[in-house]
């Protein structure tokens, strides 16, 4: 098989760059999707479009088995200045795929174009061409637009480029992967007035500072140190000038974690600590608390499988089963809560464009195509045996 995938490694080059030079940010990728479809019913996809606003489908179904497996690949892009000098650098002022989507997309292109040609299995596979991973949760959308109940899987697999891993690694893990990602606004309000006259002011800016520090402490010590999660204050905003106390300060704060019931308490103490904190200086402090998207936890034997599925293709060397959970975060946690898969990791290796993603330097490794769509191609045929 690997040898026949390399003969679509052109093709997938080629999709790759033209993607890159027209990056399209979350529920705006009419452009990339437009290709997807084109290029699934060329093949003979039954294609749906139009899942989840910009969100694609494509079914193929052959012999006579009654499962289904389901691949994913997100399309969007980010809202980044390019600066990779690449003879495809991006088109657009202000866009560029920052992380890797574009050779995602192309990948599960590659495979769906070899299984539509070699049809070495028996079963249905359903493609899914996923819109606005970056933040906006277009897994949701797909989900909300009936994704699973119209195309019903038995599992489901998603692969994601990493900078910093060897190209062509594959790193696999069961259980959590990725971390949940929260997002808290807080206004702590007081009673601004002259910097003179602090006592006749209730200082929001000294209160304000008391709750970053006071925050830390709950990373610190009121999680297992064994358990991953991160408090970040990204934004502190107040006041004007050096002899004004003002009324309001606002603080934006993120919050990850790699277990649901960490995931709880971290907002439950961030509640208490902010809230009393406030109450000590004397301000109010109004909690804004938004969920992300949640911890994305692999199921055990699909990500066993995959595992064996990789070592087969690539050999045990390339292979690393019980890789480390990172503090990032991904919206197929939504896909993997309602249906059994995993989530897999392709080393995009440290060459040149391979610094961490979401940086304007990033470049995905167009070397990794190939491995990528052998994969998807190999978790089909091994899934749905003919
Ligand atoms: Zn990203
Ligand atoms: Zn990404």
Request: net charge negative.
């Amino acid at each position: 098989m690997t040898a026949v995938l390399a003969s679509y490694v052109e093709e997938m080059r080629s999709w790759r760059h033209d993607i890159h030079q027209h990056p399209e940010i979350g529920f705006q990728e009419t452009r990339t999707s437009g290709i997807v479809a084109q290029a699934l019913r060329s093949w003979g996809y039954e294609v749906e479009t139009g899942i989840g606003k910009t969100g694609v489908v494509g079914r193929l179904v052959n012999g006579s088995s009654g499962k289904s497996i389901g691949l994913r690949a997100d399309m969007d892009a980010l809202p980044i200045q390019e600066k990779t000098g690449a003879l495809w650098q991006s088109k657009r002022m202000g866009m560029m795929h920052a992380c890797g989507h574009d050779g995602h997309t192309a990948m599960l292109l590659g495979a769906a174009h070899y299984l539509a040609d070699t049809r070495k299995f028996s079963g249905t596979v359903n493609l899914i061409f996923q819109p606005a991973e970056e933040g906006l949760g277009g897994a949701v959308a797909m989900m909300n637009d009936g994704l699973f109940d119209r195309y019903p899987c038995d599992a489901i697999f998603a692969m994601h480029n990493m900078p910093g891993i060897p190209e062509g690694q594959v790193v696999l893990r069961k259980g959590a992967f990725m971390a949940s990602s929260d997002y808290a606004t807080v206004t702590v309000k007081g009673a601004g007035g002259h910097g003179g006259l602090p006592h006749q002011a209730t200082d929001s800016i000294v209160a304000a500072s008391a709750i970053v520090m006071a925050i830390q402490t709950i990373v610190s010590r009121n999680t297992n140190p064994l358990d991953m999660s991160v408090i970040t204050v990204g934004a502190i905003n107040g006041g004007q000038a050096n002899n004004v106390i003002p009324d309001e300060v606002k603080l934006e704060i993120s919050i990850r974690s790699l277990s649901p019931g960490t995931r709880q308490m971290l907002e439950r103490r961030l509640r208490e600590v902010v809230s009393l904190q406030a109450q000590s200086y004397g301000v109010t402090a109004d909690i804004d608390y938004r969920y992300g998207y949640p911890v994305l936890i692999n199921h055990d034997s699909p990500t066993e499988f995959a595992a064996k599925v990789a070592a087969s293709l690539l050999g045990d060397s390339r292979v690393s089963p019980q890789g480390q959970p990172l503090s990032g975060s991904e919206d197929f946690a939504y896909m993997l809560e309602r249906i059994p898969g995993s989530y897999l990791l392709v080393g995009n290796g440290d060459g040149q464009g391979s610094c961490m993603v979401h940086n304007p330097a990033y470049d995905f490794n167009d070397k990794i195509l190939q491995t990528g769509a052998t994969l998807f191609a190999g978790l089909v045929e091994s899934y749905l045996p003919s």
